[in-house]
């Protein structure tokens, strides 16, 4: 069966320093992945979601930047983060567009910039 | 461009019918979905429904479409202190890669 794992579960970073959150997904090939941001009274924001290794497609201009080195990793990153950045981080996985299906979400990464 | 708009609060007695509702602007053949949130984890599909579709019901869930008003509803029979989450809404038209969610419903159950 198809796992997604998302690590750290909790983070606090001061501001100006930088991140690296991943995320890997087990059981499947050559998945759809997505970075969400959620913040309080935002909803749940699309930052980045990729069809294929190298293959990334950024939905809101920011510091952010996602990489995907292996078909199943999906890696968020910043060289500075703000007190902006602060929120709730998911990852999430799908399959074929054509097809009807929901997209997976990992338990999320809690990160705090202090 | 896509856009799916929830009211923030709900808030019901235990035993009563909860419902939550979305709007969307896509007009496409478009998947909407329902999914839920408990607190502090990630988020659980309940149902979805595409655009063809008027009504579909799955046990105490009662998803709702109205095309015309791109209207979308859930609704929570005989609500339970466990439903109490953010339920979010969320649009995928087909053939394409992006889920649109909207903000979230925070659905407060009281005993």
């Known amino acids: 069966s198809q796992t997604i794992h998302q690590w750290p579960a909790t983070l606090v970073q001061p501001v100006g320093s930088p991140l690296s959150l991943e995320c890997t997904v087990e059981?499947?090939?050559?998945?759809?992945l997505y970075w969400y941001r959620q913040a309080a009274g935002r909803g749940l924001q699309l930052l980045f979601y990729?069809?294929?290794?190298?293959?990334i497609s950024s939905e809101v201009p920011q510091n952010l930047s996602a990489s995907r080195p292996q078909d199943r990793q999906f890696i968020l990153s910043s060289k500075k983060l703000l007190l902006s950045d602060s929120g709730f981080y998911l990852c999430?996985?799908?399959?074929?567009?054509?097809?009807?299906?929901?997209?997976?979400f990992g338990q999320g990464t809690r990160l705090t910039v202090v | 461009g896509e856009d799916v708009e929830q009211s923030l609060f709900l808030s019901v007695r235990e035993g009563d019918s909860s419902v939550i509702n979305c709007t969307y602007t896509?007009?496409?053949?478009?998947?909407l979905y329902w999914y839920k949130q408990e607190p502090g984890a990630g988020l659980q599909l309940l149902t979805y429904?595409?655009?063809?579709?008027d009504m579909k019901q799955d046990q105490r869930l009662t998803v709702l479409l109205n095309k015309k008003d791109k209207h979308l509803s859930l609704r929570i029979a005989d609500t339970q202190t466990g439903d109490s989450a953010i339920y979010f809404c969320?649009?995928?038209?087909?053939?394409?890669?992006?889920?649109?969610f909207g903000t979230g419903t925070r659905l407060k159950v009281l005993a």
């Open positions: 969320a649009e995928r038209t087909s053939g394409t890669y992006k889920y649109i």
């Open positions: 059981g499947t090939s050559n998945p759809n």
């Open positions: 429904i595409f655009s063809n579709m």
């Open positions: 896509d007009s496409s053949s478009t998947y």
């Open positions: 990729s069809i294929g290794i190298d293959q």
């Open positions: 999430a996985w799908s399959v074929s567009p054509q097809m009807n299906t929901e997209a997976f």
